[in-house]
């Protein structure tokens, strides 16, 4: 298995509140991604990083910021949870030399209350 | 902007029995992935179909691509319990090596 973490792994939190979520990659993959999964909608880009200090928009990036100082590192921040933003998270991490295929993280549970 | 329909959302089977979930997209690309979700847990990477005509195989799970119909096919043969779980393809070839995902086929395989 690909070595990716991800903290918390439950969040609870409430409306107006910032919560940032962190991945940490042990491959040393270039690429590193965040989507969030909810019932009905498959998996959704929110950010994404090519490199350090490198990110860039995804599909749903509204009310989400992402920070990565290091290459083992991807952090997520909810600027100021909506209980819209109740979801599943997930990291991926890609390297190009290695197919492209996405490795998944096993995922954040968050419920904004 | 890419778009990525599979078909059945919901795939209800008995053991023993074969089927095909389909993976359509709206534009060119030669590089689609499927995954497998088991509930509660992340996705595993189960086949990567990187040219047109590719197939893929392990087990009772075969996939297959066909860029110019821009679909993919996965295909169950003698389905067991074990295979009972969400699939979703993926259609890659974007900026990043971004994926877009479709909305996943929940399949369940009944005794």
């Known amino acids: 298995d690909a070595g990716i973490t991800q903290s918390p792994r439950h969040k609870v939190t409430e409306t107006g509140t910032p919560v940032t979520l962190r991945c940490h990659q042990t491959?040393?993959?270039?690429?590193m991604y965040w989507y969030r999964q909810d019932p009905g909608h498959g998996l959704r880009l929110i950010h994404y990083s090519y490199g350090v200090k490198d990110t860039d928009k995804g599909e749903v990036s509204d009310g989400y910021s992402v920070s990565r100082s290091k290459t083992e590192d991807f952090l997520l921040t909810l600027e100021s949870a909506t209980s819209s933003q109740t979801s599943v998270y997930f990291c991926?991490?890609?390297?190009?030399?290695?197919?492209?295929?996405?490795?998944f993280g096993p995922g954040t549970r968050l419920l904004v209350l | 902007e890419l778009k990525v329909e599979q078909n059945p959302l919901f795939l209800s089977m008995q053991e023993g029995k074969n089927y095909t979930i389909y993976c359509n997209y709206s534009t060119t690309s030669d590089r689609l992935y499927w995954y497998r979700q088991d509930p509660g847990k992340s996705l595993e990477s189960l086949f990567v179909?990187?040219?047109?005509?590719a197939v893929k195989q392990e087990g009772r799970l075969m996939a297959s691509l066909d860029t110019k119909a821009r679909l993919s096919t996965l295909h169950i043969t003698a389905a067991v319990h074990d295979l009972s779980a969400t699939y979703f393809c993926?259609?890659?070839?974007?900026?990043?090596?971004?994926?877009?995902f479709g909305k996943g086929t929940l399949l369940t395989v009944n005794p």
């Open positions: 993926a259609v890659g070839g974007g900026s990043n090596y971004k994926l877009t």
């Open positions: 991926a991490i890609s390297e190009p030399s290695g197919g492209e295929t996405q490795y």
């Open positions: 179909l990187l040219s047109n005509g």
């Open positions: 491959e040393n993959h270039r690429y």
